[in-house]
T-cell receptor, first 112, second 114 residues
């Protein structure tokens, strides 16, 4: 089963507000990834983090790889309507298949 | 550069029927993954191919499930004797060789078993 705890499960915000969500794990990952998924579509990669402590930005999105390698957060600044969707964190280990382990997702709803 | 494609996008079937899904990865990506996603959950790993070799399978992949990747290009996932519990989104992802390469997902095949 899934090993990542993602919070919050849902967020209801006003357009223009900043958003923060995070992901924790009981075990270490070598890579943290953040994906966004729209209804009926596959996850789309937003940000990839490869080193503990790394802080990476992609436009209005900023994500950090926790120093313990067991957590990560994603911030979205100045939210806009197209940010609506479900955000997933995913951890990847360096061994074996390097499969992704996902969190349960954060559903973001924006009131215009 | 075309992304990962999956076919069909939607499938409705009756319990007990067999279904087959296809995934075409990004060209030259030698690694291919299948995941299953149920409502309200994140995707869960099913199986992994490196070229044509199936190198890892999850406990979720019961003996009714079989996956192939002939010639190391497209892949198929077959479910035999479908059950209502098989209803889910089936996602395919591919990635290139290299330690820091990430996985890119297709649009998924949504299966509904009646």
């Amino acid at each position: 089963g899934q090993q990542l705890n993602q919070s919050p499960q849902s967020m209801f915000i006003q357009e223009g507000e900043d958003v923060s969500m995070n992901c924790t794990s009981s075990s270490i990952f070598n890579t943290w990834l953040w994906y966004k998924q729209d209804p009926g579509e596959g996850p789309v990669l937003l940000i990839a983090l490869y080193k503990a402590g790394e802080l990476t930005s992609n436009g209005r999105l900023t994500a950090q790889f926790g120093i313990t390698r067991k957590d990560s957060f994603l911030n979205i600044s100045a939210s806009i309507p197209s940010d609506v969707g479900i955000y997933f964190c995913a951890g990847q280990r360096i061994q074996g298949a390097q499969k992704l382990v996902f969190g349960q997702g954060t559903r973001l709803t924006i009131n215009p | 550069d075309t992304g990962v494609s999956q076919d069909p996008r939607h499938k409705i079937t009756k319990r007990g029927q067999n279904v087959t899904f296809r995934c075409d990865p990004i060209s030259e990506h030698n690694r291919l993954y299948w995941y299953r996603q149920t409502l309200g959950q994140g995707p869960e790993f099913l199986t992994y191919f490196q070229n044509e070799a199936q190198l890892e399978k999850s406990r979720l992949l019961s003996d009714r499930f079989s996956a192939e990747r002939p010639k190391g290009s497209f892949s198929t996932l077959e479910i035999q004797r479908t059950e209502q519990g098989d209803s889910a989104m089936y996602l395919c992802a591919s990635r290139d060789w290299g330690g820091q390469e990430t996985q890119y997902f297709g649009p998924g095949t949504r299966l509904l078993v009646l």
